[in-house]
């Protein structure tokens, strides 16, 4: 018995197949942006404990950090001591919620997660840094770069920049 296959048919085995194909190729990048979204949540509740070592931990042993006053960190090591020394004075006490904004794969083992910080309960400020829109709270923006390396992802460069109040309007004219 000989079988015919229609062309309605092959073409729809294809396109199965593509899709099927694409939705494996799809499901590493899934996997990698879940992970990348756990570390931010991670490393929040580190903060929300004022746990400086486990914030630190998913930077690379080499990586960079620049602070919401332009100072750059070098390596973990300096990244977790400015962030204990923090944690025991203006921040002790302060929560921290984080909002992923945009998460890119600049390539299969690099990316870019944007996130949103709202800061509160905080007894001070750095110079120059000001409560955003009210009292009490903070709002920054984080960009880190990072990496895949031997299956795991770590931070290799970071910035934080405080958002500004909005400026005030002048007072009416007469």
């Known amino acids: 018995m000989?079988?015919?296959?229609?062309?309605?048919?092959?073409?729809v085995l294809g396109v199965s197949?593509?899709?099927?194909?694409?939705a494996w190729?799809?499901?590493?990048?899934?996997?990698?942006?879940?992970?990348?979204?756990?570390?931010?949540?991670t490393q929040t509740e580190a903060w929300n404990r004022q746990d400086a070592a486990e914030?630190?931990?998913?930077?690379?042993?080499?990586a960079d950090f620049v602070n919401i006053v332009g100072t750059v960190f070098q390596?973990?090591?300096?990244?977790?001591k400015r962030h204990a020394g923090i944690f025991a004075s203006i921040f002790k006490g302060s929560r921290s919620k984080v909002t992923v904004r945009r998460l890119v794969f600049l390539g299969p083992?690099?990316?870019v997660v944007d996130t949103e910080h709202?800061?509160?309960?905080?007894?001070?400020?750095?110079p120059g840094v000001q409560n955003t829109e009210e009292p009490g709270v903070l709002r920054t923006r984080m960009k880190y770069v990072m990496k895949k390396s031997g299956g795991k992802w770590q931070i290799t460069s970071g910035q934080n920049t405080d958002v500004k109040p909005p400026p005030k309007s002048p007072p009416p004219k007469k």
């Open 109 to 111: 083992d690099v990316a």
């Open 75 to 80: 390596g973990r090591a300096e990244i977790e």
């Open 55 to 62: 914030w630190s931990k998913d930077f690379s042993p080499d």
């Open 2 to 11: 000989t079988h015919q296959v229609s062309r309605a048919s092959l073409l």
């Open 17 to 22: 197949l593509l899709l099927t194909r694409g």
């Open 118 to 126: 709202e800061v509160t309960g905080h007894s001070g400020l750095p």
């Open 25 to 41: 190729a799809d499901a590493p990048q899934s996997q990698d942006e879940a992970t990348l979204r756990q570390m931010v949540a």
